[in-house]
T-cell receptor, first 115, second 113 residues
Framework: DAGVTQSPTHLIKTRGQQVTLRCSPKSGHDTVSWYQQALGQGPQFIFQYYEEEERQRGNFPDRFSGHQFPNYSSELNVNALLLGDSALYLC??????????????FGNGTRLTVT | GNSVTQMEGPVTLSEEAFLTINCTYTATGYPSLFWYVQYPGEGLQLLLKATKADDKGSNKGFEATYRKETTSFHLEKGSVQVSDSAVYFCALLGRGGADGLTFGKGTHLIIQP
């Protein structure tokens, strides 16, 4: 049973470019969240998707957008990249029918470097 | 807003030592509290949780008690092993979960044989 899988594992982009990160949730999970983890910091909540809609959003600008597909997989898009967007991007999923405080299962992340 | 403060690392201990990692929080209402752990080369995974005051979460010999009066959720283990070496994150989920999990900065724990 595969856990949460993210692709790519590493990515290098230039300032001003756009990037798309991908996530497949664990089997039996339908809620996907995205987090940004800067070096030496804890993860910060970007947004959460459920039933193909953004349900909750953290304090991130509109340059950060996402999508959830009917198979529950998700994408994170970041436009007009800034140097400060360099971070580890984590995807997390929650089991179908789980409550808000049910365990999140995290992927290993995508390391984005903006030069 | 919500915030979590945990002790800075790295914390270096000898095998079989007693472990405490301090965590305090600020939140409106009564959040749920969590400890997540990240072993080398792996993703974050839930270690334990507590959802109301005076609850004690426990797993793999680790324990933490939800203390409303001190707004704390300190992680403890009586006898650590080399395999406990990892980064530990304290986190909270506000009521309604509107802002997702709020994490502390993480504490890197190193256990020496």
């Amino acid at each position: 049973d595969a856990g949460v899988t993210q692709s790519p594992t590493h990515l290098i982009k230039t300032r001003g470019q756009q990037v798309t990160l991908r996530c497949s949730p664990k089997s039996g999970h339908d809620t996907v969240s995205w987090y940004q983890q800067a070096l030496g910091q804890g993860p910060q909540f970007i947004f959460q998707y459920y039933e193909e809609e953004e349900r909750q959003r953290g304090n991130f600008p509109d340059r950060f957008s996402g999508h959830q597909f009917p198979n529950y997989s998700s994408e994170l898009n970041v436009n007009a990249l800034l140097l400060g967007d360099s971070a580890l991007y984590l995807c997390a999923s929650r089991a179908r029918g789980g409550s808000g405080d049910s365990p999140l299962h995290f992927g290993n992340g995508t390391r984005l470097t903006v030069t | 807003g919500n915030s979590v403060t945990q002790m800075e690392g790295p914390v270096t201990l000898s095998e079989e030592a007693f472990l405490t990692i301090n965590c305090t929080y600020t939140a409106t209402g009564y959040p749920s509290l969590f400890w997540y752990v990240q072993y080398p080369g792996e993703g974050l995974q839930l270690l334990l949780k507590a959802t109301k005051a005076d609850d004690k979460g426990s797993n793999k010999g680790f324990e933490a008690t939800y203390r409303k009066e001190t707004t704390s959720f300190h992680l403890e283990k009586g006898s650590v092993q080399v395999s406990d070496s990892a980064v530990y994150f304290c986190a909270l989920l506000g009521r309604g979960g509107a802002d997702g999990l709020t994490f502390g900065k993480g504490t890197h724990l190193i256990i020496q044989p």
